[in-house]
């Protein structure tokens, strides 16, 4: 079956940026090196990568803050590296940015960061105030339109940064590491609230990071960067049940518990006895209780030592690792029933 025709917000085509080294006849430095990434209208895409990997120059390329050495990026139809000052203004008006370091006026009140993009897009006085409210209680700070942004905390800060990020009402939401000054909880409240700009608002959200648990919880699609180039992209379900390139691999395996180290299996095989088998859970269809029933048809007897199942965008899959005991003939009868509903590596 043929996916539905979505079109491109964003098409980047062998999009090249270089920066001149750092004295007189040092090579250029590619921090981007012919990138293809297409992302959909109406979708949450993710860029990843480690510090360096290029996805900061990557959005700036996106927003036209830095012209490309060569290649094309075309947003919303139109070819942004061959746009004059006006075109360029009509553009960043489109695009919401939200900020790692929330760059908000700290001394003003939420009110006046939010008034401030108004009055510069020339909306009148009189209309930014429906526009304001209307914006605070989305983001669920109607209580502090009067407070000063140096008295918010930082998970208020960001929801002061996404409500000025969309009040001139973009079609596009670049967030640069939007998360990564947060802790853990608030990371979770602020990536739901991008999670519902982009499924109430429609708002398709363009983010990078370098926290592959942010993916995990709200991306549709992830591209994996590295050196400047993009290794690895798709669906973000299908990058966490099988990721192919080594950094893949290693972002994954910060969420997802894939075999235990070697000297965790030591310290497990103190404690329990028998084989120890690691299965694969990658597809929704296969429900752990078929597995563990066919353990059980052969009397072979289970103890979950290790791993755990996730959810990607409603999908679950992780690594579960179990030691067996019983017969030997009846472990291996029951792994030959349980080959057929999930892959299983013997644990060394
Ligand atoms: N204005 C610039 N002049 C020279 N080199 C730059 C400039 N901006 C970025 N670079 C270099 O380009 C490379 C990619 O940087 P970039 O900030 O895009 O990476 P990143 O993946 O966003 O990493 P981080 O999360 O640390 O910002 C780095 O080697 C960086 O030093």
Redesign the pocket.
Known sequence: MSEPQVDPLVELRGVV?E??G?RRGDPA?R??DGVDLRVDAGEIFAII????????????LVNAL?PVTSGSVVVDGVDVTTLPEKGLRDLRRGIGMVFQQFNLMESRTVWGNLAFPLTVAGVARRDQQQRISELLHFVGLADKAHARVSELSGGQKQRVGIARALATEPRLLLA??ATSALDPDTTRDVLDLLARVNRELGITILL?T?EMDVVRRIAHRVAV?ED?KVVEQGRAVDLFADPQHPVTKRFVGTVVDDLPAPDVVAALRERHDGRFVRLAFRQQEVRQSEVFAAFLRHEVAFELVYGGIEEVQGTTFGNLTLALSGDTAAVERALAEVAALVEWTEVA
């Open positions: 940026k920066f001149p750092a430095h921090a981007v990568g480690y510090s360096g990997a290029g996805k900061s120059t990557l959005v700036r830095e640069d590491e990078i370098h960067m400047g």
